[in-house]
């Protein structure tokens, strides 16, 4: 009887090990249990930690509750401005109602990635290739509208949705390159024409200034002899200004006259003036006026002087 006894409690004990084995759940704090009993949902879902089922009556489905990371495959589409383009872009999503995503939808990773898809596909055709390229905020803020309507009744949120590239046909690269480069002509002419207007008015104010001091004009002629000569060359050209010659015929005449007083004044005989050029001289015998120096104008003509 007690051998009995003792056999019936192991065989108890057992059972009731196995029992609990089969019964027994954990549920890590990133997830929550969705229990199915005989087919039908529990009246609650079970939170992380130890819980426990009715074995073969229970069956419990465990969904994680974790952002999930999904990429979208590239698709290719025709904009709104006619340019066929690729955009492949990533969605962030999770589940917030566990039972939801257990009972509403099949496999709510697969729904969000055909929707994902989809709503890429619809976003290409609404939108122009300038908008891709450079207002991307805009179309991931549309994309995860689109996506976020249907996933709220799955039990999932969309998190966000971002664009991460956009490819383009080679021979519309080019056409943006050619463009590019076009445009940057055209600021650099543009700077270009704005420095040589400026440099020009620098050069007017200058002669400005250099036409009251004819002596400037000189000085900055040896500043410039001076930096051609500083670069250590053979051979130097150095310009003659037109104004520096009649100056300095106008000083040899103006010499000559004030001689030729000195030794009249001292021999007491008038002595002729120096000839004029003989352009002037031609230009006296055709009867046309002839243009004399300031200092030869007060003096006599030759066929008057003994």
Request: glycine residues 4%; charged residues 25%.
């Amino acid at each position: 009887m007690v051998e009995e006894l003792v056999t019936a409690g192991v065989a108890l004990a057992c059972t009731g090990t196995v029992y609990l084995m089969a019964a027994a759940r954990v549920v890590k704090q990133y997830e929550r249990g969705v229990v199915l009993r005989l087919g039908r949902l529990a009246s609650e879902v079970r939170e992380p930690g130890f819980t426990m089922i009715v074995p073969i009556i229970d069956r419990m489905r465990k969904v994680n509750m974790q952002i999930v990371t999904m990429p979208v495959p590239a698709q290719e589409g025709i904009t709104r401005d006619n340019v066929t383009v690729r955009v492949d872009a990533v969605v962030y999503f999770k589940v917030v109602d566990a039972a939801d995503a257990v009972i509403r939808v099949e496999d709510y990773r697969f729904a969000v990635s055909q929707m994902a898809q989809t709503s890429l596909r619809s976003i290409i055709g609404k939108s122009e290739l300038d908008d891709l390229l450079s207002n991307r905020e805009k179309l991931n803020q549309g994309l995860e509208l689109m996506m976020d309507s249907p996933a709220i009744g799955w039990g999932v949120t969309v998190d966000r949705v971002e664009i991460k590239d956009v490819s383009l046909p080679e021979t519309m690269k080019r056409s943006m390159a050619r463009q590019a480069e076009a445009t940057r002509d055209r600021r650099a002419r543009v700077i270009n024409a704005d420095a040589e207007l400026q440099a020009s008015r620098k050069l007017a104010e200058a002669a400005a200034a250099m036409s009251d001091q004819p002596a400037a004009l000189q000085l900055r002629l040896l500043q410039t002899v001076v930096a051609v000569a500083a670069e250590k060359n053979s051979t130097l050209v150095l310009p003659f200004p037109v104004e520096l010659l009649r100056f300095l015929e106008r000083s040899g005449l103006q010499a000559q006259a004030e001689t030729a007083a000195a030794e009249a004044g001292r021999d007491g005989v008038q002595r002729p003036a120096p000839a004029a050029p003989r352009a002037s001289r031609t230009a006296v015998e055709h009867g046309a006026e002839a243009a004399l120096p300031p200092e030869l104008a007060d003096l006599p003509p030759v066929e008057d002087l003994p």
